[in-house]
């Protein structure tokens, strides 16, 4: 089974806009993993 990665931006009230992705079903348990600079999501 092959995932759909969504991917997004999201703009933060102070103007900093995040880069987001998301997959997984509508309505499931949220895990949310955070990384530091200068590591980026595909590592």
Do not use: W, Y
């Amino acid at each position: 089974m092959n995932a759909v990665i969504e991917g997004f931006q999201t703009k933060l009230p102070n103007g900093v806009t995040l880069s987001c992705r998301a997959a997984g079903p509508a309505g499931a348990p949220v895990l949310l993993f955070l990384h530091d600079f200068p590591e980026a999501a595909f590592v």
